[in-house]
């Protein structure tokens, strides 16, 4: 009984390292198309995430025939409760790469100050998805609580396109369509950093039994 479940939570890591991989992939791909203005890079972003979606569905059902059949307790009860938790959160990660997809779809960006560093806090964001599932899938409580301190990072360059759009507000005179869908696409890239950071809290918590408190 336990060699089955153990193959099971090895399947379950892989599954959820596949997931991780289609997330860092939409990512990049809506962060290559941003920088590009490569619409049809970015209707790929829309059929990745449409793939998540799915893999989302399918893990959902690993786990809950894991706690129905197998009756997991203490750690092992941990780490399939925290995966459940930490698809939703691998979801919303590709839901926002689609967001910043359908933004490039129908925007036109000049090559101004905001987008290199809009492409600059995607790598940073790209990196903690990709830490935070790594983590989970050693129990690398050490790791996680890197990606959580490197949100800070995130949240810097987020900073850093808010105060760069207001100055060229102040320079043109008036907040263009531009300057909000580049603050949109900063915001989604926040938000997929707070999903990392989140993961990242759900792996101390499969090791520790506890979730680390929020800054």
């Known amino acids: 009984m336990r060699t089955a479940f153990d193959e099971q939570l090895k399947q379950l890591r892989q599954e959820l390292i596949g997931m991780s991989g289609e997330c860092e992939e939409a990512l990049a791909r809506a962060t290559g198309a941003f920088m590009t203005g490569d619409c049809e890079l970015a209707a790929t972003v829309i059929r990745t ?9 399918d893990i959902e059902a690993m786990c809950l025939k894991m706690l129905l059949m197998q009756h997991p307790v203490a750690t092992d009860l941990r780490t399939v409760s925290s995966a459940l938790k930490l698809v939703t959160d691998l979801e919303r990660i590709g839901n926002q790469s689609a967001d910043i997809a359908d933004i490039v779809r129908t925007a036109s960006f000049s090559d101004t100050v905001e987008r290199q560093t809009i492409h600059d806090m995607a790598q940073a964001v790209i990196g903690m998805v990709s830490g935070s599932v790594d983590a989970f899938a050693s129990g690398d409580c050490g790791r996680a609580a890197e990606i959580i301190a490197e949100d800070d990072i995130v949240d810097a360059y987020f900073d850093r ?6 100055a060229d507000m102040k320079r043109s005179g008036d907040f263009s369509r531009c300057g909000i869908d580049l603050l949109m696409i900063a915001k989604y890239l926040e938000r997929s950093g707070d999903h990392a950071v989140n993961i990242a809290r759900w792996v101390i918590y499969s090791s520790t039994g506890e979730i680390p408190e929020e800054a």
């Open 49 to 57: 995430a449409e793939g998540i979606d799915r893999r989302e569905r």
């Open 161 to 166: 396109v808010k105060e760069q759009l207001v």
